[in-house]
């Protein structure tokens, strides 16, 4: 299994072969597909490698879609944090891969979910802005007690976790 594939499993957008995912105590997979969209929705925020936004919207809108009625000052606090408030009226047409993946990722924590996965998040990042985004997640993680589940080929990322898990060939070769 790779990094991208045990990601969705977690996340419950995959469904494993075998074993069980618990989130708060209860196994995912034991829910109907609704009740596991809600959960998602409720406490699963995803940070995908390919963006996911939708080009016929603005960068404040793609941020603003898991919410609609998100805090107007919170979408600002995101946009200023990870530097693309200029670009707030812009399509992600318009955007460097860099400045879409940080839309992508303000998207993701519009809802402070508890929980966070991200694949790759800083990917097509340069090193200053890497720095800025792996800042912030600490930060909202700490500010929103949110868990942060983080895959990557980047030693350097795993430098500031708490706690880091290798796979080597699909396998836990530490942990």
Do not use: W
């Not at 494993?16 to 196994?27: A, L, M, Q």
């Not at 925020?45 to 404040?60: C, N, W």
């Not at 992600?92 to 694949?119: K, M, V, W, Y």
Request: proline share 3%; with cysteine; charged share 30%.
């Amino acid at each position: 299994m790779g990094k991208s594939t045990l990601l969705n499993i977690l996340a419950g957008l995959d469904r494993p072969s075998k074993g069980k995912v618990y989130i708060d105590g209860t196994d995912i997979f034991n829910l109907s597909e609704e009740k596991r969209t809600l959960l998602r929705r409720e406490k699963i925020g995803f940070v995908f490698q390919a963006y996911e936004l939708l080009h016929s919207l603005t960068v404040t809108e793609n941020i603003r879609l898991p919410e609609l009625e998100s805090d107007t000052d919170y979408v600002r606090e995101l946009l200023d944090a990870l530097e693309i408030r200029k670009y707030e009226k812009c399509y992600p047409d318009q955007l460097s891969g860099g400045e879409q993946q940080r839309t992508a990722i303000a998207r993701t924590l519009i809802n402070h979910p508890p929980i966070l996965f991200a694949d790759e998040p800083t990917g097509n990042l340069d090193s200053k802005t890497e720095r800025i985004v792996i800042d912030l997640l600490k930060k909202l993680a700490a500010k929103y007690e949110t868990s942060i589940l983080i895959v990557t080929h980047n030693e350097d990322l795993v430098k500031d976790a708490d706690r880091v898990i290798r796979l080597e060939d699909g396998e836990i070769v530490n942990g």
